[in-house]
């Protein structure tokens, strides 16, 4: 045979074997979604899936429910302001907080308005992407406002409970513990209150940051073995004692937020921490702060970790969510939205760090949110519901993949 025809035809077979293997990886890199429901606006909040129904909010102002399996609309229902609450179950209603400032009740099969709650909310600033989503305990739900107060609510007929001020807006998700509720607030501090009437139990104040003077606290508490996490824009993460509210210990951010903290989905002390401008997805153990490993996933990364077994999913505001081993880090697959893969290189390069000339292309911070729009960043949580996995992004889309 001749030499020169069969190194050409050993090349041509190698070249298409790793071709193929490119080929392959790639299509299990960017798995495509079994369907997509478009909005006409960014969504911030996350699923909810209930009984084969999907449940959620777009800055459209339109709240959605739809078919879990096709992803068809079921029913829409239009309010008067933007949606970055996730809702959540109550009996045969769903509840979620809106821009209008009003807290709505809907009957599940119909989209019916059940009752409202008007309180006075507003946003703090552009960096302020969520509203407080419903925390429900029995008979109650408790949730923040833009207005600066606290609210405990009946779920049956909407009629308060009690308020409590502070003097920011809050937009935190509340957490619970031990017959007290827990929120942060733009003020800088973290309050803990009793559940049953509102009054203060303890307040903890954080120690504030150049850039932030306040130490707005932004973001949601999480309770983990009996101490409160919590962290601001002050670029720390504080353990604080959820009965006398004095920190165990702190962890600085030298970059920037933490935004989401996720407790492990096993009773094993470990916490998981999303940052923002340092890219890191964190595994910590919760009672020393101690890191046991760290993944850099590149971009910044606001929404909370969901888990099945010890297969976790986090997203990055880059419009890609990753699962990884919850023990190890490991990343065992990658999930992105459509426009991920139609834009990326518009800011990009092929290994997703910023492009040489990108401060020709972002001038302000206003514009790299545009980019994450364009992008279709994923703020959310993602959601996880039998073989499905949801995902909402600032492309305006819910997208439903096959795990």
């Known amino acids: 045979m001749n030499t020169k025809f069969f190194n050409f035809s050993l090349y041509l077979l190698i070249s298409s074997i790793l071709f193929s293997i490119a080929v392959c990886g790639q299509e299990d890199r960017n ?14 909040s996350s699923p909810l899936v209930e009984n084969n129904h999907v449940f959620i909010g777009s800055l459209d102002s339109n709240f959605y429910c739809l078919d879990l399996v096709n992803g068809t609309l079921i029913w829409k229902m239009k309010t008067n302001g933007q949606i970055r609450s996730t809702a959540k179950s109550a009996g045969k209603n769903v509840l979620f907080f809106c821009g209008d400032g009003k807290l709505y009740a809907l009957e599940k099969t119909s989209g019916t308005i059940v ?95 150049r850039y932030f003077p306040k130490g707005e606290m932004q973001f949601s508490p999480v309770v983990v073995n009996g101490l409160v996490i919590v962290s601001g824009r002050d670029y720390n993460l504080y353990a604080l004692d959820a009965e006398k509210g004095y920190s165990h ?42 890191e046991m490993w760290k993944a850099n996933l590149k971009f910044n990364i ?11 999913y986090t997203s990055t505001l880059m419009g890609k969510c990753y699962a990884f081993n919850r023990k190890t880090g490991e990343i065992l697959k990658i999930y992105t939205s459509e426009t991920y893969l139609a834009h990326r290189l518009d800011y990009f390069k092929e290994d ?52």
């Open 249 to 290: 210990w702190n962890k600085v951010f030298t970059r920037g937020w933490a935004p989401v903290i996720t407790p492990s989905p096993k009773d094993d002390s470990l916490l998981y921490v999303g940052t923002s401008d340092d890219y890191l997805l964190l595994c910590l153990n919760s009672l020393s702060g101690r």
């Open 31 to 44: 798995q495509r979604a079994e369907w997509k429901f478009i909005t006409k606006a960014p969504i911030f």
């Open 302 to 312: 606001f929404g909370a970790c969901t888990f099945n077994g010890d297969t976790g």
């Open 115 to 209: 009752w409202t709650f008007q309180t006075k909310d507003k946003m703090h600033d552009p960096f302020d992407y969520y509203q407080s989503s419903p925390l429900i305990l029995d008979e109650e739900v408790y949730f923040g406002s833009g207005d600066g107060n606290i609210y405990s609510l009946n779920t049956t007929t909407g009629k308060q409970t009690w308020s409590f001020a502070t003097k920011g807006e809050v937009h935190s998700t509340l957490a619970h513990y031990s017959g007290k509720i827990y929120a942060n607030s733009f003020d800088g501090n973290t309050y803990a209150l009793n559940k049953k009437d509102g009054s203060l139990v303890w307040k903890f104040k954080s120690v504030g940051h």
């Open 352 to 403: 997703d760090t910023f492009r040489d000339d990108i401060y020709s292309i972002l001038h302000s911070n206003e514009d790299l949110i545009e980019a994450e729009y364009k992008v279709g960043g994923f703020y959310s949580t993602p959601a996880i519901a039998s073989e499905y996995l949801l995902l909402s992004s600032t492309d305006g889309s819910i997208y439903c993949y096959k795990r």
